[in-house]
Each structure stands twice: as C-alpha cells, then as structure tokens.
C-alpha cells in the first residue's frame, strides 16, 4: 500500500519536473535568439557596425543579381554560400539589415543544435532506453550548449558568415538520414545512403571544418545499423 501511494505520488513530481524542463528549454532557446538581436538594435556589438566580413557576405545578393555569382565566399578557397537566396528574401523584404541576417545565421544554428540532439538521442531512443525525463535531462543540457557555445563563439555565431551554422545543420541532417538508411529495406536504403552522402558533402562545401564530425558519425551510424540498438 505505501508502495503504491509513493508510486501515485511520484507521478505528478514526474510531471512538474518534465514540465520546469520545458520551460528552462524554451528560455534559453529564446535568449540564445534574441541576444544577437538586442546585441545589434542597442549597439553592444562594435557600436552598431559591420566588419568587413558581413558585409562581403550581405552583399552577395548584389552581386547575384548583377550576374557575377559566387560558389565560394569571396577571396577564399573555401566556404560555400549556400545562404545566398535567404539573404536575397531578406534584402527583399527588409532592406539590408544587419538584424534580420544575423538572426537568421541564429536561427540556423539553434536547428542545428536540435537535429545533432536528435540525431545523438536516436539508438537510444529505438531500444526503448530513453524516458520523458531523461530526454527533457537531455534536452537542458543541449540548451545550455547552445548558450555556452554561442557566448564562446561570439566573433561567429552572431554574424552574417555562410557555411559555419549551415555546414553543422547538414551534417546533422547527414547523420539522421544516415541513421533513417538502417532501418529500411535494401533498394530504399540505398536511396537514404545517397541522400546521406549528398548532405554530408553539402556540409563540407558549407565550411569544410564539417568535414571532422560527418563521415565519422556517419560510420558509426552505419555500424549501429548491425546490431539492435536501432533495430525497432
């Protein structure tokens, strides 16, 4: 009986303690999106100025339009511009600001931290391992990499760069295709592998320090697509 009562009991702890990690989720998400913003619009960054750098990428539009595009950042040997028509919409319906770009390379970097925390959680996930809690656990601690990592990275992550956030968001989504080609049958497999391999390379042109993470965890996809862990 006194089993029973801590058991009904513990549910609803259960459900408030999911529910406060929800909310510190959500909260540092937010901060994380609109510190870029307040940061901009208050002048805290370079007193309300563009380096060089931003301003090579946020004119690229320009140049599209006038028929000399790039494939590369210009003067580099590296780094696609695969932002390139996001910045065109953004020119097109709010001028050439600096706030709407640099909330957008913000927000591709918080998709980012959220298909790499998926991809992570996945094995675990399909054995059946991973309870509301753990995964809100999780969840929170994604998130305050994401602060963390965004404080650390100030000089990129709040910038208009191309490549640094979109090359981390196609390697993850790399990893989750990759991690979808386990479990289908051969001739769609195959399909899921090619699209995996075409992502993968995307996050390379992106910015190639993708390179480091996607094939690896890509094998390791691979190799846990032999074992149970992610056999449904």
Known sequence: MGAATAEIGAGPRRDMTVAALRVAVVA???????TPAIATVTGLREFGLVNGDEAVAALLPH????????VLFPGNAYQGVLELPAYAVLWVAAGADLLPMRLLHQAI?????????????????RAGSVTRRSYWWSALVVA?????????GWGVWYRIYPGYQSGALLGGLAVLTALRATRDRE????WWWVGAGFLAGAA???????AVATPVVMCLALSCGRTAVVVD
Do not use: C, D, K, N
């Not at 305050?144 to 650390?152: C, H």
């Open 28 to 34: 540092l998400v937010l901060a994380a999106l609109a």
């Open 63 to 70: 140049e599209f339009a006038h028929g000399t595009p790039s």
């Open 109 to 125: 970097w918080v998709a980012a931290m959220a298909v790499w925390f998926v991809a992570a959680l996945e094995p675990a996930r």
């Open 144 to 152: 305050g990499l994401l602060g963390v990592t965004s404080a650390v």
């Open 187 to 190: 001739l769609a497999r195959l």
């Open 204 to 210: 390379i042109y992106a910015q190639p320090m993708h």
